[in-house]
């Protein structure tokens, strides 16, 4: 007699193939962070701690300076194109990564490059300036803002000088993701360049969080001044904003260092842009610190040389806080949202300050405003 095998069937899931599916699942993708974490650690930018600015170019058709001469300085921190008042930020206690669309981009950057005609300056301290970030919709904000021969604007044929100062692949972090950021610091000029170099300033970050945060930097940009040895030396500058403090203090001190040097040599010097911090002689009363809110830092202006005099505005604020969108908030007073006096310039007393303002223009384009100074180069015997 024929016997009749039973049907092998293929064995069902045991609880053992059950939790070795689901410890493979995280254990998978600790893997493929560590693989991506490596990847970013190889490709992290490691800039020298003194080389020629990546990009610069000296216009052909720049004006000259001489002593006795006055020009004039604007600087503004624009946010990447992307911090309207539309915006609020992760790292600041707000919700979004993401703050705007590429049509919002432009518009900022429309907003940005007209109100910079109106001033009409001679020099522009530019920080947060991106060319090819995921945060900014891959715009180049250096071109849309110098223009071209058939899109002319302010700066068109004006001289430039470009430092990064964030550059990564890819930002990992939050979800969703930062992406790809390629951003810096610019300096536009009427003049001509002569040089212009970038200092990389102290990191205080260790690894791996230093891998995708800024490598932040000085550009120094040198004009010659006609019928003298000196120069104008231009301090292009935006100092720690998230260390727990010893990078301000670290970075403060390379500054102080450069810029005795200059003096010593005889030079004009301006520094100036978004320091982080507010100088210590400033009275911001008027925009005092909220509870559980971003602390600016201060510096100690006599730990800088004698010869050099500090300007922010104490009137108009710099800076707003962007744990919330500005647009539409039910009370934008200073008792009710937080503002800082975070940007300005540092001046050596062979230049003679005619005119120094913050234009308050309501945080529409950025979320800092435009700092704006006119100054003279004293001549011999001044």
Request: glycine fraction near 8%.
């Amino acid at each position: 007699m024929k016997h009749h095998e039973k049907e092998q069937k293929a064995p069902g899931p045991t609880a053992a193939r059950v939790l070795k599916i689901l410890l493979g699942i995280p254990a998978g993708i600790i893997a493929l962070a560590l693989v991506g974490l490596l990847i970013l650690t190889a490709m992290e930018y490691r800039p020298e701690a003194v080389e020629e600015a990546e990009e610069w170019d000296s216009s052909e058709t720049a004006g000259t300076l001489s002593p006795g001469e006055s020009f004039t300085i604007a600087s503004w921190n624009i946010g990447y194109g992307a911090l309207g008042d539309n915006a609020d930020f992760f790292m600041d206690g707000g919700k979004m990564v993401n703050t705007a669309d590429r049509a919002r981009v432009l518009k900022n950057l429309t907003g940005i490059r007209d109100e910079l005609a109106s001033v009409d300056p001679d020099v522009v301290f530019l920080q947060e300036t991106d060319r090819n970030s995921t945060r900014s919709h891959g715009v180049d904000e250096i071109r849309f803002l110098m223009g071209d021969r058939s899109d002319p604007t302010f700066a068109t044929g004006m001289s430039y000088a470009f430092a990064c100062n964030f550059r990564a692949p890819f930002v990992p972090y939050p979800i969703p993701p930062i992406g790809r950021v390629d951003s810096g610091i610019v300096t536009l000029t009427a003049f001509p360049v002569r040089e212009a170099t970038r200092i990389q300033l102290f990191c205080p970050f260790s690894w791996p969080v230093r891998i995708a945060n800024l490598k932040r930097c000085l550009l120094v940009t040198r004009i010659p001044v006609e019928g003298s040895d000196r120069e104008l030396v231009l301090v292009n500058l935006h100092l720690e904003a998230y260390d727990s403090g010893e990078g301000k203090i670290q970075q403060t001190k390379q500054l102080v260092s450069l810029l005795e040097r200059e003096m010593s040599a005889g030079n004009y010097v301006i520094a100036g842009g978004d320091f982080n911090q507010k100088f210590s002689s400033v009275d911001a009363s008027a925009f005092p610190s909220l509870s559980d809110m971003w602390v600016c830092g201060s510096i100690d202006e006599t730990s800088f040389p004698k010869g050099f005099r500090f300007y922010m505005d104490d009137r108009v604020p710099s800076c707003r806080s962007l744990d919330r969108p500005l647009a539409g908030a039910p009370d934008n007073d200073p008792a009710a949202f937080q503002y800082y006096l975070i940007d300005g310039y540092i001046v050596s007393d062979n230049l003679d300050v005619e005119r120094f303002e913050v234009r308050d223009l309501g945080f529409v384009c950025a979320d800092h405003n435009p700092t704006v100074m006119t100054v003279r180069l004293k001549a011999d015997g001044d």
